[in-house]
């Protein structure tokens, strides 16, 4: 996969669990402020990053250092490039 | 102890949505039975009709408030909005401490219960559990959904009791209000269709099985015909408030609640007997200080089983004889469980307001045993303006509300 194809997969998996905008989804949108988000959609936007891209991350330190779209972007194309 | 009326009704039912909509499908005689072939697929299933609600999106209730709801609370909450809104009850409202809830559904979602278990059992792993799925599943799943999302900060209460819930439901705003805890309450029962809800009835022989092909003439309550329940969903939704606070805010009335109780029947799980009923309509009437002959009409729980239609007819024609006119609503909506009790008590409180009693559906050929009732064959005037609702659930738990016109 190249970054881009991970970073649709990303956007469009989540705009599908989150019912959000797709067009209102840039690398500098904060999760909570802007897209709306709280604690309980963090958990349920683990499983469906564990589900897209078929590793787990439930565990792992950085996913608390997230703060935006860009944020998760990043870390989802490290965990792939270190596979 | 104050005096309770109802300023607001919502109903999300099989006949379509409002409480508009409901009136005017029962004054109609339209049935909301449908034939559901997908039933077929669960082995030993016999029956495969239900009544099922039409035409609902869920959509329009924000995500924020949705992931947590299953259909049924899903149901709650726009039965709530409806009655909120005729009511003249803001946010405002909501927020202020004196405004509560009592809604209750038979069990948690059983379909977010088994998509859940689907999935746990293909390697019982929690990993793909969602944040939300206990919000669906919970006992007070419908109640909590309400008051999140009407921001409603007064009393919660979730009381659970199969059937009967709805007539509880009612019952237990009633006394909050008429104690003083609260001005106002959001009362009813919730529920969504499953296969698995019709299977306990079918697995019990007390499921309808012997008109999949003519879905809209079963149930048969009262008649000699009837052969069992037919499974239904929705909610519906009174909001009860004490007469002070209606008349400081200029609140239409639209009824009064004068009586209430419910009571244990231990002679056996499943067999509903004539006396526990007829004790039970006794104690709501006195609960109200009325007689049976200011009673001018029983909306009788009825669902079109062998035993219990017989039960409860033998029980009305000893509290109240022959005169009085009676009809179960099953046969237009099927039996909506959790939400039976309510959603008829809103037709009930709507049958006053419009002067029109409603006839029992399918009713074509009284079966004797029932008692020598006066079933209502056709659309009546009201005559005395006040009325006994029953619901009763399987465990033996019975109840009786009574409602009249405010005077």
Known sequence: ?83 | MRRVVVTGLGAISPLGRGTGALFEGLLQGRSGIQAVPEMAAVGGMRTRVAGLVPGIDPREIPRKFRRSMSNMSIFAVLACQEALAQAGVGPEECADGRTGVAIGSTVGSTRATEDFFADYFTDRSLERMKSTFFFQIMNHSCAVNVAQALGIVGRVFAPSAACATGCQTVGLGFETIAMGKQERMLCGGAEEFHPLTAGTFDMMNAASIGFNDRPQHTPRPFDRGRDGVVCAEGSGILLLESLDSAHRRGATVLAEIVGFATLSDPVNLANPNAAAIAGCMRLALADAGMAPAEIGYVNAHATATEQGDIAEGEAIAAVFGDAVPVSSLKGHLGHAMAASGSLELIAGVEMLRHNSLIPTLNLDDPDPACGPLRHLRGVEPVGVKALIKNNFALGGVNSSIVVRSLA
Request: aromatic share 6%; hydrophobic share 45%.
């Open chain 1, 1 to 83: 996969m190249t970054d881009q194809e991970i970073i649709e997969l990303i956007n469009t998996s989540l705009a599908e669990e989150f019912e959000l905008a797709l067009q209102e989804m840039t690398p500098d949108s904060t999760l909570f402020d802007e897209l709306g988000l709280d604690s309980l959609d963090v958990v349920d936007l683990v499983i469906v990053l564990e589900g897209a891209f078929g590793f787990k991350i439930r565990e792992q330190e950085a996913i608390r250092q997230i703060r935006t779209l860009g944020d998760i972007h990043r870390f989802v194309i490290s965990k792939k490039l270190a596979a």
